[in-house]
């Protein structure tokens, strides 16, 4: 049986099927603000809707409620002054557990076509939800638009297209007829129910509240299973306006919305959420620190953990010198090296490279990566639209370590930016710091932020050794390569093979490394220390759900 809302948005799904085994570009949703695509309100509305959550209590009528709590602070320095439902992690995981029958009868085609509800909704909700990750998170304004809503929406659709696939293999029932030569056949009707595990609980991030959260958050749902949030402190409210959407719409086709739920927690309620019993499958995205103690302590659970590494580029050789500069200073500046694909050691021969203008010292390279990124950055607007704000204290703390000469040579400092529209805003640009490959303890280490290394190094063969080296140990979500010969794109492919990093190579137009798009990029293989699973792919979906049969003589 089908469902219709399945049919509402069959070419949605089978568009999303296409990607997935094709992989080539499709989106279901457009990355542009465009008000011939999402009205010519939208705009407005979705800001209005917005600053209505603003000072206010969000209600979302859930079980176990003890009391509201809050404290987001914005980047950008304005208030929130948001407060939200806190409810007891035990009523949240017993409501879900009821909640999961009902999900498990509309079956996979009802599933299905219910998350894909969800996500046209959410879509149209993109300018409220770009202005929530905005204001919690610091990204600009187009990265909050683009990554926080439709990016992530295709993430989740992703995810549901998977779950779909790997659903659909499982027949409802069937016939079994066994021969028995002269004697009558066995003969048998059997049953397969496809069940989800348990509770999911996804645990957000502070820097990309949706885009990390959603295809954790559809890939256990659309299995089946009941979802709990646990969002990041200081960007709950992304989450909690996802939430609100899907407990709307679930309710609206008959379904318990406690089978996804808001939890706003500290970290010992958290820990005591996560290791219950119940709770079978959680996703992380964040430090090494937290993602480890839940590999370690919640046994119980499938851990699906996105963790810190250090991503790195090798750079050999170029016929593109220029703009392979602009391309890594996009790259280093895109929302203040706030993301888990920005590059963070840039391994340079110590001998120099050969460009199309000539040889190009180690101390060129420097010099003229650092102008590169001033210059980028020369203009005001460009900068604050590109840079967003820095998200936390911490990172803070980083750049001002960085800039201190402790870790390197500074080639280029941090500055701080006054931003007119938010004069309180904590906006830094980048820095760049030139070491030694000896110096390992400076580099081979995630420093979240704005911090990056130019690292010296004996050679070409040096640097794509050290590269697998740290990808194998340290983990690493991207490596790149510039290089104008075979031979080392070779062997620097076959050492990402090795260590199991997705690789980009001579990029100096619009494609940067540290952009995954959905559907064609796996972000993450699941095989090397910065991440134990990839969005998307069939072992991300697979083991949420189990097939329970049943059998009888006919």
């Known amino acids: 049986m089908t469902h219709p809302?399945?049919?509402?948005?069959?070419?949605?799904?089978?568009?999303?099927?296409?990607?997935?085994?094709t992989r080539g570009y499709w989106s279901a949703f457009n990355e542009m603000p465009s008000p011939k695509t999402y009205g010519e309100t939208a705009a407005d509305d979705g800001k209005r809707a917005f600053e209505a959550c603003l000072g206010q209590q969000f209600s979302l009528d859930q079980p176990g409620q003890q009391g509201w709590a809050g404290g987001e602070q914005s980047p950008y320095g304005i208030e929130l002054g948001v407060q939200y439902p806190v409810c007891d992690p035990e009523s949240l995981i017993a409501a879900g557990q009821a909640a999961m029958a009902g999900w498990q009868q509309v079956g996979a085609t009802g599933r299905t076509g219910i998350c894909l509800e969800i996500l046209d909704r959410l879509n149209k909700q993109s300018f409220e939800l770009a202005h929530a990750v905005m204001m919690t998170t610091g990204q600009g304004w187009m990265m909050a638009f683009q990554a926080g809503a439709p990016h992530a929406q295709d993430r989740g659709l992703e995810a549901v297209a998977y779950a779909w696939r790997e659903q659909s293999?499982?027949?409802?029932?069937?016939?079994?007829?066994?021969?028995?030569?002269?004697?009558?056949?066995?003969v048998m009707k059997k049953h397969f129910e496809i069940v989800g595990q348990g509770v999911g609980v996804v645990v957000g991030c502070g820097t990309f509240p949706t885009w990390n959260t959603y295809p954790g958050l559809f890939a256990?749902?659309?299995?089946?299973?009941?979802?709990?949030?646990?969002?990041?402190?200081?960007?709950?409210?992304?989450?909690?306006?996802?939430?609100?959407?899907?407990?709307?719409?679930l309710a609206e086709n008959g379904i318990d919305p406690n089978l996804v739920t808001l939890c706003v927690a500290d970290r010992a309620t958290t820990q005591k959420l996560v290791t219950h019993a119940a709770v079978k499958s959680i996703d992380f995205t964040g430090s090494n620190v937290f993602g480890q103690w839940l590999i370690d302590n919640c046994?119980?659970?499938?851990?699906?953990?996105?963790?810190?590494?250090?991503?790195?580029?090798?750079?050999?050789?170029?016929?593109?010198?220029?703009?392979m500069l602009r391309n890594l200073a996009f790259t280093l500046a895109l929302y203040s090296g706030q993301m888990c694909t920005t590059s963070q050691a840039l391994f340079v021969p110590a001998g120099g490279i050969e460009t199309e203008d000539g040889h190009k010292s180690y101390d060129d390279v420097c010099a003229d990566l650092a102008k590169a990124v001033s210059g980028f950055l020369s203009k005001p607007e460009v900068a604050h639209a590109v840079l967003g704000a820095v998200q936390s204290a911490d990172t803070l703390k980083r750049i001002g370590e960085a800039d201190s000469g402790r870790l390197g040579k500074v080639i280029l400092a941090s500055t701080k930016l006054d931003n007119p529209e938010f004069p309180n805003a904590e906006v830094r640009t980048p820095v760049l710091l030139a070491c030694d490959a000896a110096d390992e303890a400076a580099y081979m280490e995630e420093r979240f932020g704005p911090i990056s290394f130019i690292v010296k190094v004996a050679d070409t063969a040096a640097a794509i050794a050290l590269s697998e080296r740290i990808v194998s140990t340290h983990g690493a979500l991207t490596a790149g390569i510039y290089s104008t010969k075979a031979e080392v794109i070779d062997a620097m492919t076959r050492a990402t093979m090795r260590a199991k990093v997705a690789l980009s190579i001579n990029l100096t137009g619009g494609v940067f490394v540290n952009q995954s798009a959905a559907y064609s990029d796996y972000h993450g293989t699941g095989g090397n220390p910065a991440a134990n699973a990839s969005y998307a792919d069939a072992a991300f979906v697979a083991n949420r759900f189990v097939v329970v049969q049943r059998r009888y003589h006919v």
Do not use: C
């Open 5 to 21: 809302l399945l049919e509402k948005h069959r070419a949605t799904l089978e568009g999303a099927l296409n990607a997935i085994q």
């Open 169 to 186: 293999f499982v027949p409802t029932e069937t016939v079994w007829d066994k021969p028995q030569g002269k004697n009558p056949s066995l």
């Open 220 to 249: 256990a749902l659309s299995t089946g299973n009941a979802v709990i949030v646990k969002p990041h402190s200081n960007a709950i409210l992304p989450a909690a306006m996802t939430v609100r959407t899907i407990r709307a719409v």
């Open 299 to 323: 046994r119980q659970a499938r851990v699906y953990a996105e963790l810190a590494g250090v991503n790195n580029i090798v750079i050999d050789s170029t016929d593109a010198y220029k703009p």
